[in-house]
C-alpha cells in the first residue's frame, strides 16, 4: 500500500485498481463474492470518493492551482462543464500544472521572465539562466498547460528552453526522471536484442529491416542505437519517413523546403561519405534544436520537448513513443497497448 503515489491528485485507473487489490489481499474478509477480481467495488468506491475529495480542495484551498484550474469557474463559457477540456496528468507528469511558489504572483513572474530574456543574450551565463529557468518552472508550466500557447508564442517568451540542456532540465522538473541517461540506459540494455528480436520477423518486417547496415561487434554505439530505434519503428508498422528525414548536404535548399511543411520531424544533413553533418529536431515548420550528436539523442530530445511543451504523440508513432515512454523512461508502464506489451515480453521475459 506505501508504494502507491497516494499523492496523485488524479490517479490513473490503473493506481485505483492496484490499491483496490492491494485492499482485499490485506483484508481477505473484504473480497467482493460477486466481483470478477474481489476488488471492483472498492475501485469505483476509491474513484468517487477520490472526486469528493477533489471537490472538497475546491471549495476550501487556494493551493492547489492543479484543481482550481479545472473548477467551472476558471474555465471559459465555451468549456464550463465538469467533464470538458481537464486539464491533469496523462503520461505519469508528476507536476503537470505546479502552483507558483510561496509569495510570487503572475506578476512577479512575469518580471523574472523578462530579467530572463535579458540574461539569455549574455556571453557564458548559464548558471544564471539554469537559476532563473528552475525559478520560473510553474509559471512558465501554467502558461503551456492552460493558454495552450503557440509554438512560436513560446519561442518568442522563453527561448532558453529550447536549448538541449533546459529540455533535460524541464523534463526532469516535470516527470522527476532524467531524460537523455535513462533513455541511452535503457536502450543500450536491450539494443542487441531489440534489433535481433525484430530482424527475425517475417514479412514486410523482414524485408524492411534488410534496407538497414548489419550490425557488427565493431559497430559504434550511434550507429547501434540509430539502428535499434529504427527497427522499434518498424517493428510497430510505423514508418520511419514519419520520424527521420534524411538528406545530402547538397540537397540543403530541397530539405529546408520539405521540412517547412513537417508538424514534426527529425532530419539528418550527411555528407557524400553518409556521415551525418547536421542532426536537428522540427516542430510546425521551425527548427527548435539542431547540432545534436547522434539520432538517439535527437529521440530523446524530441521526447523531452513533447513533455516539455505538452504536446500529444503524433498518431503515425503513437506505438512508438508510447514505448519510449513506457518501457525506455519507465513513465506509467501500466496499461501498454497490444504491440508495446508483446515487443516488451519478447524481450524482457527471459531477464
Known amino acids: 500500500m506505501q508504494s502507491i503515489r497516494a499523492t496523485r491528485s488524479y490517479p490513473s485507473d490503473a493506481d485505483l485498481s492496484e490499491v483496490a487489490q492491494a485492499l482485499t489481499q490485506t483484508h481477505p474478509c473484504l473480497k467482493e463474492p460477486g466481483s470478477f477480481n474481489h476488488s471492483y467495488g472498492w475501485k469505483q468506491r476509491l474513484k468517487t470518493k477520490m472526486y469528493n475529495y477533489r471537490t472538497y480542495l475546491k471549495s476550501h484551498s487556494s493551493s492547489s492551482d492543479e484543481l482550481t484550474v479545472n ?28 502552483s507558483l511558489p510561496h509569495g510570487e504572483t503572475p506578476e512577479s513572474m512575469e518580471q523574472e521572465r523578462i530579467a530572463l530574456l535579458t540574461e539569455v543574450k549574455k556571453r557564458n551565463n548559464g548558471k544564471t539562466i539554469r537559476a532563473k529557468m528552475a525559478q520560473t518552472f510553474a509559471f512558465r508550466r501554467q502558461e503551456i498547460v492552460n493558454k495552450k500557447a503557440s509554438l512560436e508564442d513560446i519561442i518568442e517568451r522563453w527561448p532558453a528552453l529550447f536549448e538541449v540542456q533546459e529540455i533535460n532540465a524541464e523534463f526532469h522538473r516535470v516527470t522527476t526522471i532524467p531524460l537523455e541517461a535513462r533513455f541511452m540506459e535503457k536502450l543500450d540494455e536491450k539494443c542487441i536484442e531489440l534489433i535481433q528480436v525484430v530482424r527475425k ?3 514486410a518486417t523482414r524485408e ?27 517493428n510497430m508498422r510505423e514508418s520511419m519517413d514519419d520520424l527521420v528525414q534524411e538528406f545530402l548536404v547538397s540537397e540543403k535548399e530541397e530539405a529546408e523546403h520539405i521540412l517547412q511543411g513537417a508538424t514534426m520531424a527529425i532530419y539528418i544533413i550527411r555528407d557524400a561519405q553518409a ?11 521551425q527548427e527548435v534544436v539542431n547540432e545534436l550528436p547522434s539520432v538517439a539523442n535527437a529521440v530523446a530530445i ?20 508510447e514505448y519510449i515512454q513506457k518501457v525506455l523512461m519507465e513513465l506509467d508502464p501500466k496499461g501498454m497497448t497490444t504491440k ?5 515480453d519478447q524481450l524482457y521475459s527471459t531477464a
Open 71 to 98: 473548477s467551472v469557474k476558471r474555465k471559459s463559457p465555451t468549456d464550463a462543464h465538469p467533464a470538458k477540456n481537464i486539464k491533469k496528468p496523462r503520461r505519469a507528469e508528476s507536476n503537470h500544472y505546479p
Open 201 to 203: 520477423k517475417g514479412g
Open 208 to 234: 524492411k529491416t534488410k534496407l538497414l547496415p548489419v550490425v557488427e561487434k565493431d559497430t559504434d554505439i550511434g550507429t547501434r542505437r540509430e539502428i535499434a530505434l529504427k527497427c522499434l519503428i518498424i
Open 275 to 285: 556521415a551525418p553533418k547536421d542532426i536537428g529536431i522540427i516542430l510546425e515548420g
Open 302 to 321: 524530441l521526447m523531452g520537448l513533447l513533455y516539455v511543451l505538452n504536446m500529444e504523440y503524433p498518431k503515425t508513432l503513437k506505438q512508438t513513443f
Open 340 to 344: 508495446v506489451k508483446k515487443l516488451y
